[in-house]
């Protein structure tokens, strides 16, 4: 079965940088959609930034300009480059990969429900 494991979450000083990876087994990372979530605690879990099947990415208002994804193709590796961090980004951070196509376009990437493979999380702690 499809395996998603998250890395590279810490604590980090506002202002400061983390590049979390998703390491995947048995998926091609160029063939369907990936995306990054986060849950804080006492909230819901909301998209943050996605990755289309032709290499289209997605952004949320929170997300545009400070972070990126990509994707490795030969590691099959998702990975998220968060810059300027701000105390409002200390979340659990997941991985997520549909098990088909892609299903929907443009914004509806950031929605949880088209999701079918999720890893465990890896937290982010940014501090003032």
């Known amino acids: 079965q499809v395996q998603l494991l998250e890395s590279g979450g810490g604590s980090v000083q506002a202002g400061g940088s983390l590049r979390l990876s998703c390491v995947t087994s048995?998926?091609?990372?160029?063939?369907?959609?990936m995306a990054w979530f986060r849950q804080a605690p006492g909230k819901e879990r909301e998209g943050v930034a996605a990755?289309?099947?032709?290499?289209?990415?997605r952004y949320a208002d929170i997300a545009k300009g400070r972070f990126t994804i990509s994707r490795d193709t030969a590691a099959n590796t998702l990975y998220l480059q968060m810059n300027s961090l701000n105390p409002g980004d200390t979340a659990a951070y997941y991985c997520?990969?549909?098990?088909?196509?892609?299903?929907?376009?443009?914004?509806?990437?950031?929605?949880?429900?088209?999701?079918?493979?999720w890893g465990h999380g890896t937290r982010v702690a940014v501090s003032s």
């Open positions: 997520a990969a549909t098990r088909g196509l892609c299903p929907v376009s443009g914004d509806d990437a950031l929605e949880e429900y088209i999701y079918n493979y």
């Open positions: 048995k998926y091609d990372v160029s063939r369907h959609c």
């Open positions: 990755v289309g099947g032709a290499g289209d990415t």
